[in-house]
């Protein structure tokens, strides 16, 4: 009997994850307490759902190997990291018959997990204390990253890295183009998921943040002020609350964004689509489900990425929701805006963050190139 990651709804509402048996959907109390640690923590609804489905792996995996998940060995951790490539992926749907695999990256990330679960238990005393060091190792920093201060004697330029992993290449961030947006927007078959798709790439807000809207935060007048709100201008508030949808706002300080005319109109579209659903007529959420049961209630996670998915198919495009915001972001800069700008848009606390939006577009690398080539003809004659 292995282990799966399960919903859970608390009286409030508030939707979290657990882990519980496979079979007989007993709770695991070290791999729950974990996540309702993260819930305490202030970490995103997707993390806790992603951690929860990767704590249930390595606790399924310890049970068929017949190894006490509270003190494993290095070695068995290792095996455990290279099991999960050499191990096929179960089929997604009774039709699939191609053997999927994960990759070294993804390997990473759910070591990665693994041991911050470990090291959670090590606090709480389930996990002897002797296996924090052998989890990670001294490294040396000889290229310091961005803003990072190494002391004056340069004491901090040796950090713990981490020991249990693949050595992987960086595959780069992946973001969606002005062009792309329009053919997914295109493709949408509905005023609701077109609204969605502009939305996100009108604000550059992360999925949890729009499917966290509530009708109130939406003030897309030219004048605000009866509202009791002294933004000018159409724009979004932007914040963190409990939602049913288990939605969540990532950044912990509110925000605004101003939003175009042009956006303002697709909302205006989507409430009339939306109205001929009498049981959304009572939902706060801006965006709920129209078409499919339960009907009137806030869209969820798992809707928006099947969404995605079919704009994507119609599109012809490799899409999801955090492409848009990566391609927002990398519009703007580009543009000419000042990432001080674009920092706050987006809601980064950190200005390191903002690193991994610059990008260099095939035109301006092959502009450098040509730049260089004339310059090199004009020398010559």
Known sequence: MGFRSERAVLASGQVVWTVVGADDFVLHREGSAFLQGLRDAGRAYNTERTYAGRVALFLSYCRAE??????????????FLHWLVETPIPPKGPSSRRERFRDTNTANAIMTTVCEYLKFGIRRG????????????????????????????????????????????????????????????????????????????????????ALGLRREDLHFMADSQWLGCQVKGPHVHVRRRINGNGAWAKSRMPRT???????????????????????????????????RAPLGRGMSYSSAKDLFDRLARRAGLRARPHMVRHGAATHWIQTGTDEAVVQELLGHVSKSSMSVYVHASDEDKRAAVERVAARQREEVR
């Open 66 to 79: 017949r190894i006490n998940w509270r003190s494993p060995t290095v070695w068995q951790l290792s095996r």
């Open 257 to 291: 964004i101003p939003v175009t005319a042009d956006l303002v109109a697709d909302y205006t579209d989507y409430l009339h689509e939306r109205s001929a659903v009498a049981e959304a007529e009572d939902s706060d959420m801006v965006f709920v489900n129209l078409f």
């Open 126 to 209: 389930w996990v002897p204390r002797d296996l924090e060091d052998q989890l990670a190792e001294p490294k040396f920093l000889a290229y310091l990253p961005k803003d990072f201060d190494p002391g004056e004697e340069g004491q901090f330029r040796t950090v713990r890295a981490k020991q249990i992993k693949f050595a992987s290449v960086d595959s780069g961030i992946e973001w969606l183009t002005i062009e792309q947006i329009s053919r997914l927007a295109a493709a949408a078959r509905h005023t609701r998921d077109r609204f969605l798709v502009l939305l996100l790439w009108c604000t550059g807000m992360r999925i949890g943040e």
